[in-house]
């Protein structure tokens, strides 16, 4: 009896001994290393006092409590979603805020993410509900000052700027439970329960774990802001990613004024639709209608670009595809890529040279998604190859037609979902033709107010664009000097 009490002071007592954390996977090693072997990652290794996150006296002394097993068939309390007012927000959250979730907001400095969810929050506040900002970055005059840029100072938002987890919860257990809390950022938050620095992996998991704590027993929803590091991952969270229900990550171009709120991933809703935003001078405006925002700035009849049908989760996006295609002073051509696949781009310009007889190893490639989209469709393959064609064939393609259709390696062109849809699209922004899969034509309404022109394999495509061009130089040197300058939009992405 006395001896088993004797055993267990050491190790409840004991000083927790140290333990270095990968700050960017969360992986623990009990002595200092270079790399980090669970996710390969130089240098990141950080030394953090050993914790579990339960301080050492409740630890020692807690004994586990019976709860009561509850139905699958209870009755809810409330309505489970309540929708922010912000359609697009409302899209790719799958319809609202879900009562007791947790939901992480990641993305560049600057992207707009302080201002979408004072938007949100002051929204939400208008509407009867109580809603709750606690930033970790900025003052609370500071909040203020974009709050009245925003025309929304009058909101009944309720703000505070603290750091402190316990005492957030502290303050919000009081009084009604706020049906929507912010917490910008979760990277400023920490906890007594262990010491590590704030913005470290430890005081950031303990921190989202307090918060999510919070979120499940009283029913709130949170939204935690994460910071994005510079390759793009939510930084030290990645822990955090797999802890809360939902992860957004807002994009965009930091000189364009388009920002996309994508779901990386979604407990309660789909994680393909986007969510599309314009920032102006009075914050984030909501882009209904996608289409016309990105073939807005349309370069008409300049040879490399194609307008491609797509389809972002249940809504046709039409947008510009841009390829240029020049000869390269380079042993290795150049491939660079924004907002596609470059194993797509790669399999595309393998099929060109192997089926249609296009010699593209003497090139370099620049692709690009114009607007700051990002395409995941197979469905892009014609468009982008009609693109590349283009650019080396120097001939520009009509521009009243979209393009849309999946390539196979065999060089044919094969069909893709939703037909109607993007045919309907394109007919609604004033395009005349589509030039689409043989196979798809009997997916297509017959009043769908374009002339469809299909097109079975790759070839046929090549050598129709090819007919109306007129090439460009090849070889390797006697292009001119400025064709070979990387545009700038490439340049950070280059290894
Ligand atoms: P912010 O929401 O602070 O970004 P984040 O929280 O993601 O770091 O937004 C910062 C940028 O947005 C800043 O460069 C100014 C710009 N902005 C506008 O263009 N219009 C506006 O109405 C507001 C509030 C900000
Ligand atoms: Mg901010």
């Not at 590091?229 to 994009?251: C, N, W, Y």
Request: charged fraction near 20%; include cysteine.
């Amino acid at each position: 009896m006395t001896f088993s009490f004797l055993m267990a002071i050491p190790t409840s007592m004991a000083k927790a001994s140290p333990s270095f954390v990968c700050q960017k996977c969360g992986a623990a090693y009990n002595r200092w290393q270079g790399k980090c072997e669970s996710c390969g990652e130089w240098n990141t290794l950080v030394e953090e006092a050993g914790d579990s996150g339960v301080p050492v006296s409740i630890r020692a002394k807690r004994r586990g409590r019976p709860f009561k097993l509850e139905s699958l068939a209870g009755k809810s309390v409330d309505a489970p979603r309540l929708p922010s007012g912000m359609a697009e927000l409302d899209r790719v959250t799958g319809g609202g805020f879900v009562r007791g979730s947790v939901l992480l907001v990641g993305g560049d400095p600057g992207i707009g993410k302080s201002t979408l969810l004072t938007q949100a929050t002051s929204l939400m506040a208008r509407s009867g509900h109580r809603a709750v900002y606690i930033s970790g970055e900025e003052a609370v005059a500071q909040v203020r000052l974009r709050a009245e840029r925003l025309g929304l100072a009058a909101a009944p938002v309720e703000l505070a700027a603290e750091t402190s987890v316990e005492d957030i919860i502290a303050t919000l257990s009081e009084g009604a439970t706020p049906r929507l809390i912010v917490i910008d950022s979760i990277q400023t938050m920490w906890t007594d329960t262990v010491e590590s620095a704030p913005g470290t992996v430890t005081q950031v998991r303990a921190s989202a774990q307090a918060l999510i704590r919070f979120a499940k027993k009283s029913g709130a929803a949170i939204i935690l802001v994460g910071h994005v590091t510079k390759d793009g991952q939510i930084a030290g969270p990645r822990v955090v990613e797999h802890m809360v229900d939902a992860v957004l990550s807002f994009e965009g171009e930091g000189s364009q004024q388009f920002r996309i709120l994508r779901a990386v991933k979604n407990r309660f809703g789909p994680t393909d639709e986007i969510g599309v935003f314009e920032m102006t001078g009075l914050g984030l405006r909501e882009v209904a209608n996608p289409s016309e925002l990105f073939l807005s700035e349309r370069d008409l009849g300049s040879p490399g670009t194609a307008v491609f049908a797509g389809i972002e989760g249940t809504r046709p996006v039409l947008v510009e595809l841009q390829a240029l295609v020049a000869p390269t002073t380079l042993g290795t051509p150049r491939r660079a890529v924004v907002g596609w696949d470059s194993a797509r781009l790669s399999m595309v310009l393998a099929v060109l040279e192997a089926h249609c007889g296009v010699k593209l190893s003497g090139y370099d490639v620049y692709f690009n998604v114009a607007g700051g989209l990002r395409i995941n469709e197979p469905a892009a393959d014609l468009a982008a190859a009609a693109a590349l064609v283009s650019s080396l064939a120097n001939s520009p393609l009509p521009t009243d037609a979209v393009y849309f259709g999946e390539i196979s390696l065999s060089g044919a062109v094969r069909p893709v979902a939703q037909t109607a849809a993007r045919l309907k699209e394109a007919a609604k922004l004033g395009f005349a033709r589509a030039i689409l899969p043989e196979t798809a034509r009997g997916d297509a309404p017959s009043d769908a107010g374009l002339s469809l022109q299909t097109v079975g394999g790759l070839t046929s495509l090549v050598a129709d664009i090819a007919a109306r061009g007129t090439p460009r130089p090849a070889g390797r040197d006697n292009a001119p000097a400025e064709k070979n300058a990387t545009p700038a939009r490439f340049r950070r992405n280059e290894g």
